[in-house]
């Protein structure tokens, strides 16, 4: 494993993941609640709980500019900020318009994360444990849900003002990660882009790599020096990214056709579509966190030894499989049960693979001028596909049922087995400059 020290920085910078998975999921123990005490019509409601999405969106398409223009540390310590205001605000906010604000300053955190967390760590890990070491933003996302989930179940709803502890709880992990990032370095690869500090980023880089720094110094200023003339604004959308590009949008959009966050955010009603009785639902939902959780876990062993793109067949044929078999249950009306295993047995598919491998590989494929730029298209392209199928889901669900909406879902899966055995490249064990030179027409 890669030496305890940077292991660390990743570490802490992956509690960016914590807190937004826990702040993604915090509301589904808080709402109805929150519901009753302002008194919110069903359209309010909505749109109270999607704020936190929204602001999301626009927290990933603005990602890149403070982590460019200000660092990735700087950017960093903004959104555990974000995080905490958020957390405190919305616990003690006097009136609706109020919450709503404190929710989307959340959300802006959210996607400032997603942008950020996964750069930085890939920018200061070492290429044979780069996998795992990003990999570890997603298995605090999933932690997060999971923890989010057994809060609300601890806190209860036994009165009036539950829902406020629910989110208010989240300032204790944003107080830490916004002192632990007092002990994380700049990047170093930043640092060298904008010619500042140098003699810190050479020492960062000697903490990183002791034996090949000087060979991983050398080739970030190749990469520079092709760049030449262009570093400061470079514009990411030129010919020679288009790989990049269609890589980074088209990951993410398969990402969300999965149907993974209309599975995520509303497990009762499909169960209960299903035949489910309403009683099962808060353990189905544990069971997807607790599953969710444990195949993440077991992804980030697998992917710096067999690959992510090994680990994206893998999982891609799982999902084929799984979601064609609820697609046939609904048409066949065989049960809730059949349809609870299935997904349960889809999550764990799901974690293995693109759960695991997204941030990742989005981080990896993008050269040092626009990777902030890069991760923020894809974050964002993420993002969006999240809104619209979290949006749509209850209305088709409602006009076509399920059989027809998860067969959709399945389509999208064989495309993607066409995309992954077509397209997607092998990162593993190849540094970034490494990685730029295969993908960038120079």
């Known amino acids: ?39 919110l019509s069903e359209v309010q409601h909505g749109f109270t709980v999607s704020i936190a999405l929204i ?38 906010a006097t009136n609706w318009y109020l919450f709503l604000l404190c929710r989307f300053i959340g959300g802006l955190g959210v996607g400032a994360s997603s942008v950020t967390a996964p750069v930085y760590i890939s920018e200061v890990s070492p290429a ?7 990999a570890l933003f997603q298995f605090n996302v999933v932690l997060g849900i999971l923890v989010s989930y057994l809060s609300n179940y601890l806190i209860g709803m036994s009165g009036d003002s539950s829902w406020r502890l629910m989110l208010g709880v989240q300032a204790l992990p944003a107080g830490l990660f916004l002192v ?3 002990w994380v370095p ?20 000697k903490v990183i790599n002791p034996e090949g720094y000087t060979a991983d110094i050398e080739t970030i200023r190749q990469s520079q020096q092709v760049q030449a003339g262009a570093v400061q604004n470079e514009k990411l959308f030129k010919a020679k990214y288009n790989t990049p590009v269609m890589l980074a949008v088209l990951f993410a959009m398969f990402n969300q056709v999965s ?26 939902t544990v069971g997807i966190g607790i599953v969710n959780f444990i195949f993440t876990l077991t992804a980030i062993r697998f992917i710096d030894r067999i690959g992510r793109r090994q680990l994206m067949l893998i999982g891609t ?76 889901f209850p209305y088709l669900a409602a006009r076509i ?5 998860f067969l959709f879902f399945c389509l999208m899966m064989v495309l993607q087995l066409v995309f992954v055995l077509r397209w997607m490249p092998e990162t593993k064990g190849r540094t970034l400059e490494e990685i730029e030179m295969t993908m960038v027409v120079h």
């Open 128 to 134: 044979r444990f780069r996998g795992r070491m990003v």
């Open 186 to 205: 700049e990047s170093p690869r930043w640092l060298l882009l904008k010619g500042i500090k140098e003699q810190v980023a050479i020492a960062t880089l």
């Open 1 to 39: 494993m890669a030496n305890k020290t940077v292991f660390f920085w990743a570490f802490v910078v992956a509690l960016g993941g914590f807190l937004f998975g826990f702040d993604t999921a915090v509301i589904s123990g808080a709402e109805q609640s929150i519901q009753q005490y302002w008194g």
């Open 180 to 182: 632990l990032l007092r």
């Open 55 to 92: 602001g999301t969106v626009f927290g990933a398409l603005g990602g890149s500019i403070p982590s460019d223009k200000l660092g990735r540390k700087a950017t960093l310590l903004l959104v555990a900020a974000i995080y905490l205001i958020s957390a405190v605000g919305t616990a003690m």
């Open 317 to 392: 044929v799982g999902l084929i499989a799984t979601l064609g078999l609820v697609a046939v249950s609904f048409y066949m009306h065989t049960g809730g049960i059949a349809v609870v295993s299935y997904l349960l047995i889809y999550i764990a598919f799901f974690a293995f693979s693109q759960g695991a491998v997204i941030w990742v590989f989005i981080s990896e494929i993008f050269p040092n001028q626009v990777r902030a730029k890069g991760q923020t298209l894809g974050s964002f392209t993420h993002w969006i596909m999240a809104a619209a199928i979290a949006f749509t």
């Open 259 to 284: 149907g993974i966050n209309a599975i995520i955010y509303y497990a009762p009603r499909i169960f209960e579509m299903s035949g489910l009785g309403e009683g099962s639902s808060l353990l189905s």
């Open 401 to 405: 049922g399920g059989g027809h909406i």
